[in-house]
């Protein structure tokens, strides 16, 4: 059995963070998404971000939600087909009304960026070259 991976973020706004997240080339999953969530398609049958209004949120949560614009939660990394693909998504979050919290990291193998979405979760993407990889 192959695993798939549902991270689960709690929203301000759902319909807000639907249009942010549309807006750098995600899709959603209707049969799994309502007025109280939306699934979104992160890599298509593997991964999947639930964005989940916070009194959905909420009602799953063991502890209360903090609020990302003050403390990090968690850091979403995503992999990316190249760096021009990385610059794109940072380009299209901050066209969104994402904010960029530093600078592009180049380490030759791989380079990386990231953004924070409009609730303040942080979001890093990556480009691994496999050929120049060290050994």
């Given at each position: 059995?192959?695993?798939?991976?549902?991270v689960?973020?709690?929203?301000?706004?759902?319909?807000?963070?639907?249009?942010?997240?549309r807006?750098?080339?995600?899709?959603?999953?209707?049969?799994?998404?309502n007025d109280e969530?939306a699934?979104?398609?992160?890599?298509?049958?593997?991964?999947y971000?639930?964005l989940?209004?916070?009194?959905?949120?909420?009602?799953?949560?063991?502890?209360p939600?903090?609020?990302?614009?003050?403390?990090?939660?968690?850091?979403?990394?995503l992999?990316?087909?190249?760096?021009?693909?990385?610059?794109e998504?940072?380009a299209?979050a901050?066209?969104?009304?994402?904010?960029?919290?530093?600078?592009?990291?180049?380490?030759?193998?791989?380079?990386?960026?990231?953004?924070?979405?409009?609730?303040?979760?942080?979001?890093e993407?990556?480009?691994?070259?496999?050929?120049?990889?060290?050994?």
């Open positions: 059995m192959s695993r798939q991976i549902f689960n973020l709690p929203v301000k706004q759902l319909d807000r963070s639907l249009a942010f997240f807006a750098l080339g995600f899709e959603f999953n209707a049969q799994f998404s969530g699934c979104m398609v992160v890599a298509d049958g593997h991964n971000v639930m989940l209004a916070e009194a959905k949120f909420a009602g799953f949560a063991p502890n939600i903090s609020d990302a614009h003050k403390a990090t939660e968690v850091l979403v990394c992999s990316c087909a190249s760096r021009a693909e990385v610059d998504m940072v299209k901050l066209a969104n009304g994402g904010r960029n919290y530093k600078d592009p990291i180049d380490y030759g193998f791989m380079y990386g960026h990231g953004f924070q979405d409009l609730d303040g979760h942080v979001w993407l990556f480009y691994m070259d496999p050929a120049a990889v060290p050994g």
